[in-house]
């Protein structure tokens, strides 16, 4: 993993390059989010000390749901406090984690909140539950829903479009899916596999 650094700033280049595309504004303080995963990628407490530093703020999204919850959440304290020491944003999933930036898939949580979404009454719902963004999946065909159809790029922008709230892509996002986004609402994308190298 030692581009790992490298892949980090060329996906948030692209991340931003598709928000910057977009006809809507957004002050959320990321464009790219990655998603941890302990099956498909490397221990992530490895990971996030090679996070480039003096870059735009890239969102960690700590989920790690296979450990038991008071393992998880003493993994996530130390992942926090390295994330945030690299100038990167820490969104904790379906758990509430004092000193995070943001939760993710969590009723209540302070910071940034966000919450994945599939379909117009998930986004619905998540807009009157007052999210602060969305992650939309999955846009493409995924290796973490292999039997899932993807939404494709006209359902997932016609999704996008009638959303009140920031949307990211999610679900096979990288360079070249993000390109073919650019000049659609999206406001950036979450990613798993992308990041490997």
Do not use: K, Y
């Amino acid at each position: 993993m030692a581009d790992f650094a490298s892949r980090v700033i060329a996906l948030n280049r692209a991340a931003w390059s598709l928000r910057r595309a977009g006809p809507r504004p957004c002050t959320l303080p990321f464009a790219l989010a990655l998603f941890s995963d302990a099956q498909r990628l490397p221990p992530l407490e490895e990971l996030v000390e090679q996070l480039p530093r003096d870059t735009d703020p890239v969102a960690i999204v700590f989920r790690h749901d296979h450990l038991p919850e008071d393992q998880r959440l003493a993994v996530a304290g130390r992942v926090c406090e390295a994330v945030q020491a690299r100038g990167h944003l820490f969104i904790m999933a379906r758990a509430s984690l004092s000193g995070a930036d943001g939760h993710h898939a969590v009723p209540v949580g302070s910071g940034i909140r966000t919450t994945p979404v599939h379909n117009e009454e998930e986004i619905a719902a998540a807009t009157l539950a007052g999210a602060d963004a969305m992650f939309l999946s999955p846009v493409n065909g995924t290796a973490s829903h292999p039997a899932q159809p993807p939404l494709g790029r006209s359902r997932a922008v016609a999704l996008a479009q009638a959303a009140r709230l920031p949307v990211f892509a999610l679900g096979g996002m990288h360079e070249a899916t993000a390109a073919v986004l650019e000049g659609t609402p999206f406001q950036g994308f979450g990613a798993i596999d992308a990041f490997r190298v």
